[in-house]
C-alpha cells in the first residue's frame, strides 16, 4: 500500500515563503514522476510542478520564476519552495507519485494560505 504524505503548509504573508515536502512510502520501486498540484475553492485541480526521474523539469506559467520543485525520486521524496507568494497561491497543495506500474498516487494535501 503505497502513502503519500505532504508536509509544511500554512499561512504566510504575500511576498513569504515556504516549503513543501511529500513522501511516498510502502514501495519498493522508484517514483517514474513526481508532482505538486493544487486546487483553490471553485477551482479545478491545477498542475503546479512535476519532476521526472530523468530529471525533466515542468512548471505551470503561474510558477515559473517563483516556485521551484526538486526530488531524489529513487527515494520516492519530492519538494517545492515557493518564494514571492500571493493571494492567489491560496490552495490546497497536492503531491502526487506516478508508478507505471501501479499508477498515480496522492497525498491527502496540505493547505496554503497567503494572507496578510
Known amino acids: 500500500q503505497v502513502e503519500v504524505v505532504e508536509s509544511g503548509g500554512g499561512l504566510v504573508q504575500p511576498g513569504g515563503s515556504l516549503k513543501l515536502s511529500c513522501e511516498a512510502s510502502g514501495v519498493i520501486f522508484s517514483a517514474n514522476a513526481m508532482g505538486w498540484y493544487r486546487q483553490a475553492p471553485g477551482k479545478q485541480r491545477e498542475l503546479v510542478a512535476a519532476?521526472?526521474?530523468?530529471?525533466?523539469?515542468n512548471y505551470a506559467d503561474s510558477a515559473k520564476g517563483r516556485f521551484s520543485i526538486s526530488g531524489d525520486l529513487a527515494k520516492n521524496t519530492v519538494t517545492l519552495q515557493m518564494n514571492n507568494l500571493k493571494p492567489e497561491d491560496t490552495a490546497v497543495y497536492y503531491c502526487n507519485a506516478h508508478y507505471i506500474l501501479v499508477g498515480d498516487r496522492w497525498g491527502q494535501g496540505t493547505q496554503v494560505t497567503v494572507s496578510s
Open positions: 519532476i521526472t526521474s530523468g530529471g525533466s523539469i
